[in-house]
């Protein structure tokens, strides 16, 4: 029986988890279908959304106070902001290389660059500290037998499930989310629409940065401390996940992060492999199925070279 | 005397180090079917595109309605009505048929306006009704053609240009796209059309020129085209 909880409650963890991968997952998915740009810096578009989240919090929260209103709001003040900056990224970084039809290396290593800009400048800005985020939200939640969720899990879970709802619906039933969907096929049948493709790939740009930060806000509200290099590893991770579901896939990186999520802590949990193991654990996973499905699990094959 | 809809003067243009178009002038007048003839790489599909703004001219100007759109991007000269069906039309093959027409009236202003744009391809090509939730990739080459001509008539637009529509069918949806070419002609639109297929094409038009490596080396009435000996000999192939 104590197996069952455990297993129960290590689904419910891998959730959240994963929640993060996918909300950051969409970004990554969404320009590379788009530019076919592995943007190395959406990691770092993350780390600053929880900077914003917290600056944002510290500003608003002693109106609201730092309950979920005061959260909610930052969240969308983060969401905003961050996705005008993943704008001015696209702007002053990408599209001048695209217009000059530079050879796909070189937008890689500008994501790079990008990268290290967003990650050292919000190092000089705070100093190389943590940030603690101090909120109200108490443990309460509800215990089934030895299974604890909290409400701030479930709040967690149900944010992820409306954001990710709100850009199916955007990206099927708005003409700008098709013409998003139409640019990732063919970009110059798209110009004879009439379609502003610079344009449409900025709106990509600031759709993609504000799911991130609304993880990186969520992040930084679940785990109760950000620093600048929180965007490292889990943008590697959120990358992970996109090529689990198919890079370029929009549903493929909402799977490819809950799976990979799901995979982190059960692999925390087996017998003789402890949580240090549990990168091992999930990137031997990933390193199998792109042997048995290299296109992932939504990917269309297609013969790309990087 | 008739309006021109579109005017090329010494249009000159380059593919990379390639130099595409070597001067090319013509003139479509308005309400007519002007036709471009010439082998593959004469430099017909380079004019289109640069009409429609898919490429930069290096010199020369296009008048669209007495205004110059050669400093225009694509996507502002579509919603002034000026339509490029292209090569190989070019459907968006993951999105849906219905997708694929709403996106033909991007620049249309309501979702109302969107929708009577497709009930009027809808009668036009009742094919493409019963189709309309399928993939636009799933679609047999003439759909697809009827599906790009579809798409391009969801803005009614004032001047058509239509690249290759004959491309790889059978000759009966040949003749089938070609007497839609026809009929859009007879509500009003003014259509400029590429072909390779020279008998088709000159049936169609009301005048034609012809292309070779980037210059212009004939024109005329259609009706005396299809009489001149060099055109029989070299397009018309008997």
Not at chain 1, 72 to 78: C, E, G, P, T
Not at chain 1, 184 to 203: E, H, W, Y
Not at chain 2, 99 to 114: H, Q, V
Request: charged content about 15%; hydrophobic content about 50%; overall charge positive.
């Amino acid at each position: 029986m104590t197996v069952f909880y455990i297993v129960i409650q290590q689904i419910v963890n891998g959730l959240i988890l994963g929640s993060f991968y996918s909300l950051i997952a969409l970004g990554y998915s969404m320009v590379y279908g788009i530019i076919k740009l592995l943007n190395f810096a959406h990691g770092d578009i993350y780390m600053v959304g929880a900077f914003v989240g917290y600056g944002a919090l510290g500003i608003f929260g002693s109106v609201l106070g730092v309950g979920w209103l005061g959260i909610a709001v930052a969240l969308l003040i983060s969401m905003f902001l961050v996705g005008l900056l993943g704008m001015l990224v696209h702007r002053l970084a990408y599209q001048p290389l695209i217009n000059k039809q530079a050879p796909r290396m070189s937008l890689l290593i500008t994501a790079v660059g990008v990268s290290f800009t967003l990650f050292n400048g919000v190092m000089v800005l705070t100093n190389g500290e943590y940030k603690t985020f101090s909120t109200s939200l108490g443990y309460e939640g509800i215990s089934l037998g030895l299974v604890n969720i909290t409400y701030t899990q479930i709040i967690m879970v149900v944010a992820t499930a409306i954001l990710m709802l709100a850009l199916y619906w955007f990206i099927n039933r708005t003409m700008y989310g098709k013409a998003m969907r139409a640019i990732a096929l063919d970009q110059d049948a798209c110009r004879l629409m009439g379609i502003n493709v610079t344009k449409t790939i900025s709106l990509t740009f600031f759709v993609g940065s504000a799911l991130a930060a609304a993880a990186g806000v969520m992040a930084g509200v679940y785990y109760g401390s950000i620093q600048f290099y929180m965007g490292f590893v889990i943008g590697l991770k959120a990358f992970t996940a996109a090529v689990i579901g198919g890079i370029g896939s929009i549903p493929g990186a909402m799977i490819g992060g809950l799976v990979l999520g799901l995979l982190e802590t059960a692999g925390t949990q087996l017998p003789f492999i402890g949580s240090a193991w549990k990168d091992v654990f999930s990137f031997g996973i990933l390193i199998l199925l792109l042997v048995f499905k290299p296109t992932g699990i939504f990917g269309k094959s297609e013969i790309e070279r990087m | 005397m008739s309006e021109n809809a579109l005017v090329l003067r010494n249009l000159e243009t380059y593919y990379g180090k390639i130099h595409a178009l070597k001067g090319v002038s013509l003139e479509v007048p308005r309400g007519k079917i002007v036709t471009l003839l010439g082998s593959n790489g004469a430099g017909k599909s380079t004019t289109l595109k640069t009409i429609s703004g898919l490429i930069q001219a290096s010199s020369g100007t296009i008048e669209f309605y007495g205004k110059n759109i050669s400093r225009e991007k694509a996507h502002n000269i579509v919603s002034m009505g000026l339509i490029h069906v292209p090569e190989g039309r070019r459907i968006f093959k993951d999105l849906t048929v219905k997708e694929n027409l709403e996106l033909g009236g991007f620049t249309l202003k309501d979702e109302a306006l969107r929708r009577k744009g497709i009930e009027h391809v809808f009668e036009v090509f009742p094919r493409l009704k019963d189709r309309q939730r399928q993939s636009g990739g799933t679609l047999s080459g003439g759909e697809q053609q009827m599906l790009a001509i579809g798409r391009a008539m969801m803005t009614e637009p004032k001047l058509l240009l239509l690249d290759e529509p004959s491309m790889g069918l059978a000759p009966l949806i040949v003749q089938d796209i070609m007497r839609i070419i026809k009929q859009l002609n007879d509500e009003g639109t003014t259509i400029l059309l590429v072909e390779q297929n020279a008998k088709i094409a000159l049936k169609l038009a009301d005048y034609g020129y012809v292309l070779e490596t980037g210059e212009l080396v004939m024109e005329g009435d259609s009706a005396k085209l299809r009489e001149d000996e060099r055109i029989i000999k070299a397009y018309l192939g008997e």
